[in-house]
T-cell receptor, first 114, second 114 residues
Framework: AQSVSQHNHHVILSEAASLELGCNYS??????LFWYVQYPGQHLQLLLK??????LVKGIKGFEAEFIKSKFSFNLRKPSVQWSDTAEYFC????????????FGKGTMLLVSP | EAGVVQSPRYKIIEKKQPVAFWCNPI?????LYWYRQNLGQGPELLIR????????DSQLPKDRFSAERLKGVDSTLKIQPAELGDSAVYLC????????????FGQGTRLTVV
């Protein structure tokens, strides 16, 4: 079974600072990788996803993530955060072979101060 | 296109009482998930359906939790009897059922057991 580890539980940044949230997964086979975001009072929404191809994927709102297979990592980045990026961010993985359960990390709460 | 619809949004019950949650997935989505999310944690899988078949229920506490997905569309999750530790947000998500696709989440039901 796969598992996901997110390094930071809470991150506090000032507006315009750069962001990088760590995500590592554990699984012996090929995976699909996702970042979801949950804004206050809203449901989980997909930020970006990686299935195959270019390991650098771009998502909505200026976010990007890089899949590094050798490190089993899928870190989320944004060059300049905004106050509206305050939210909880979840990394998730499922196995690419066949139908597989989507497994989440514990999440990182990002607070951006204006 | 309508998203995943869950009801109720909030539920407060006394311990030992039964409770049920309902989920209507996105039309045409064969995969349906029920997750439980505790405060400050990531979603944890309770059960996954492919059409009407429960293909992953290894994390469902079967002594008190039950679920059904009649006709492979709507789903109901039941707890009987509820315990204080069941207080959490219960999330429903659906996916097209094909490989390499993301899950779409509903707003969740926030359960408080007193």
């Amino acid at each position: 079974a796969q598992s996901v580890s997110q390094h930071n539980h809470h991150v506090i940044l000032s507006e315009a600072a750069s962001l990088e949230l760590g995500c590592n997964y554990s699984y012996g086979g090929t995976v699909n990788l996702f970042w979801y975001v949950q804004y206050p009072g809203q449901h989980l929404q997909l930020l970006l996803k990686y299935f195959s191809g270019d390991p650098l994927v771009k998502g909505i709102k200026g976010f990007e993530a890089e899949f590094i297979k050798s490190k089993f990592s899928f870190n989320l980045r944004k060059p300049s955060v905004q106050w509206s990026d305050t939210a909880e961010y979840f990394c998730a993985v499922n196995a690419r072979s066949g139908y597989s359960t989507l497994t989440f990390g514990k999440g990182t709460m990002l607070l951006v101060s204006p | 296109e309508a998203g995943v619809v869950q009801s109720p949004r909030y539920k407060i019950i006394e311990k030992k009482q039964p409770v049920a949650f309902w989920c209507n997935p996105i039309s045409g989505h064969n995969t349906l998930y029920w997750y439980r999310q505790n405060l400050g944690q990531g979603p944890e899988l309770l059960i996954r359906y492919e059409n009407e078949e429960a293909v992953d229920d290894s994390q469902l506490p079967k002594d008190r939790f039950s679920a059904e997905r009649l006709k492979g569309v709507d789903s109901t999750l039941k707890i009987q009897p509820a315990e204080l530790g069941d207080s959490a947000v219960y999330l429903c998500a659906s996916a097209p059922g094909q490989m390499n696709t993301e899950a779409f989440f509903g707003q969740g039901t926030r359960l408080t057991v007193v």
